[in-house]
């Protein structure tokens, strides 16, 4: 094909565009991250860093493209966050002399920032983008919108087995902020903090812990 000496005019770049330019379409996207408790606890996690294919994380870990940020050249609006604790912990316990849950134990602790020594109590989440941060309140403000729904019956002809199913999630009204955009190669994070010290979970098995930002993707828009 003969090339031609002079470019094509802006407008018909832009009819030819496979992208609209300067246009942007909006989708129902939140971002979300997991990351690991440890059952002896931690000081503090630090969510939405490692994108998905780094680190051992895999889409089913955590949506994110980029490190810390959002992929270009998309632009974020967070519109809430959400938070989920899932202890590792067995949800049904049997035997002859079963004790209290500890998957509930685990949730508790894990929420209230609630060690064995009651005076080491408190934990907040704390959401930034570059310096600011725009989010610190305690981690039991930030229910899941989700959780598993159990209903169970039980019996046994065994006098000296005993069976106990416990599980628990937190609940109530979800986290909303005022929308706020986040450009793409702006950096932000979500860090979970427990001041007080490190809170071990009372079933001495690891857990997991999920975080969504609730919002809207814009991308290019395409013609």
């Known amino acids: 094909m003969q090339h031609q000496n002079t470019p094509p005019s802006p407008s018909y770049l832009r009819s030819i565009n496979v992208n609209v330019p300067t246009t942007y379409s909006g989708i129902t996207f939140p971002l979300f991250d997991s990351i690991a408790y440890a059952a002896a606890g931690q000081a503090q996690l630090t969510l939405f860093q490692t994108p998905a294919g780094s680190g051992g994380k895999t889409l089913g870990d955590t949506n994110m493209q980029a490190a810390g940020q959002v992929q270009s050249p998309n632009v974020f609006v967070v519109t809430g966050i959400q938070l989920a604790f899932v202890s590792g912990a067995p949800v049904e316990v049997t035997g002859a002399a079963v004790a209290a849950s500890d998957y509930i ?85 979500v860090t979970l903090n427990w001041p007080g010290g490190v809170i071990a979970l009372p079933s001495a098995k690891a857990g997991r812990v999920q975080c969504a930002l609730n919002g809207w993707m814009y991308r290019p828009a395409q013609g």
């Open 105 to 189: 134990a685990d949730v508790h602790a894990f929420y209230q920032g609630l060690s064995a020594t009651p005076s080491l109590i408190g934990s907040y989440l704390e959401f930034s983008s570059g310096s600011t941060y725009y989010v610190r309140e305690p981690l039991w403000m930030f229910p899941p919108s989700a959780r598993l729904a159990i209903g169970a019956a039980l019996a046994t002809t065994v006098a000296a087995d005993q069976y106990v199913i416990g599980y628990a999630e937190n609940s109530g009204i979800p986290y909303e902020i005022a929308p706020l955009a986040l450009p793409s190669n702006q950096t932000f994070q």
